[in-house]
């Protein structure tokens, strides 16, 4: 926390702190301004803390408040940013390999640290609960007038960016990567911009057809350009299977497309919807049932009915087994649905689950190999048997 840079990098080589200031770029420039181990400051905690603290608020603006004959430059933005940073320090794990970083640009405050959340993320942003990673070190900021002890801290943020009409703050880890992410938008929930942007794409009246929450998804995803599950359960305080049924929702109605990007699925808006739905109808065009009837003749419904349910069904069975034979080909070594789905070229591995996998389950062809069957690490192997 206060000892001499030399002597920490010597103990904690796998540590790195990193600032990053990203706005008002040149052309041909990575960065505005930097903080990293150069030799011109001691690299401690405190010193990062207090330097980088001193770079992120520099630019946010004080109104003029008195507080009794007193003025008050605290705002709600200065504490949200101020909070953000004191949890970077004392959540971070200094025991794995690792960058304390901190990037600030034209429109988003970026902080990310190593390690793990202690607490689930639905209980951090509802507030009430503490438990940091570094208890002493929480305690030397506490005492220095930096953050508190009570969880207070995260709905700190969230309420300054709704004051501001920003975003929601958005809070991940990444399992893979060790890591721990915080992003605070100063980009407003939905512009007046990003709403005639979807009148224009969508056209008035299925615009008018939306719901709230549907608008919201349609508004991130085309400021970000893709959205996935996890950000709009953020957004809209759901769980996965409710925000799932709104982004299918918006799949079925073709507003929402879906592009399959590594393990998780992204869904963006659909910028020629007003041309395919042009196209469909012209396609499907309003036929004369009397008129079509005579010119090719009564043909018996029920009997073409069945005869194509046979047709189809066959096609539908053969389809499946021939999944299935891939899948058991494949999980000769141990595998999980992630890679089973990639092998199969599916962006929905519960779908894969359901249709393909579980009944290979059920006849023994296929067997779990951790006793928590939903475990996210699952992993399959076909059975020698088959």
């Not at 000892?3 to 040149?26: P, S, V």
């Not at 990293?36 to 992120?56: I, Q």
């Not at 070594?333 to 059920?362: Q, V």
């Amino acid at each position: 926390m206060f000892g001499k840079g030399l002597a920490i990098r010597e103990r904690f080589d796998n540590i790195r702190l990193d600032y990053l200031d990203m706005t008002n770029l040149q052309p041909d420039s990575r960065w505005s301004d930097r903080m990293t181990y150069d030799g011109s400051w001691e690299n401690n905690l405190y010193n990062f803390f207090t330097r980088v603290l001193a770079k992120l608020v520099r630019d946010i603006r004080r109104p003029f408040i008195l507080k009794g004959t007193e003025r008050e430059d605290d705002t709600p933005i200065h504490k949200a940013i101020r909070e953000a940073l004191t949890n970077l320090v004392i959540h971070a794990d200094y025991m794995i390999e690792g960058v304390l970083r901190v990037e600030k640009h034209d429109d988003r405050f970026y902080f990310s640290n190593p390690g793990s959340l202690k607490l689930p993320i639905a209980d951090i942003y509802k507030g009430g609960n503490s438990k940091a990673r570094n208890p002493h070190i929480q305690s030397m900021l506490r005492m220095l007038g930096y953050g508190d002890n009570i969880g207070s801290g995260f709905p700190t943020i969230v309420d300054a960016c709704k004051k501001e009409n920003w975003r929601k703050p958005l809070l991940c880890e990444s399992n893979d990567l060790h890591t721990v992410e915080l992003t605070i938008s100063m980009t407003s929930v939905i512009s007046e911009e990003c709403i005639q942007q979807l009148r224009t794409i969508l056209g008035e009246t299925v615009f008018q057809s939306l719901d709230n929450e549907e608008v919201l998804i349609l508004s991130v995803a085309l400021t970000e350009g893709t959205v996935k599950n996890s950000l709009i359960q953020t957004l809209l305080d759901k769980n996965s299977l409710q925000v799932g049924k709104l982004l299918y929702s918006l799949v079925e109605r073709n507003i929402l497309v879906t592009e399959s990007r590594g393990r998780w699925t992204s869904y963006g808006v659909n910028q020629n919807f007003r041309k395919v739905e042009k196209s469909r109808s012209k396609s499907q065009g309003v036929v004369d049932e009397k008129s079509r009837s005579k010119s090719q003749g009564v043909i018996d419904e029920k009997s073409r009915s069945k005869s194509q349910g046979v047709i189809d069904e066959k096609s539908r069975s053969k389809h499946k087994e021939e999944k299935q034979i891939r899948i058991l080909e494949f999980c000769k070594s141990p595998r999980t649905l992630a890679e089973i789905a990639r092998e199969l070229n599916l962006s929905d591995r519960y779908y894969m689950k359901r249709n393909y996998i579980d009944s290979l389950l059920e006849d023994g062809s296929l067997c779990a190999l951790q006793e928590a069957k939903t475990a996210p690490t699952q992993r399959y192997m076909a059975t020698e048997n088959k």
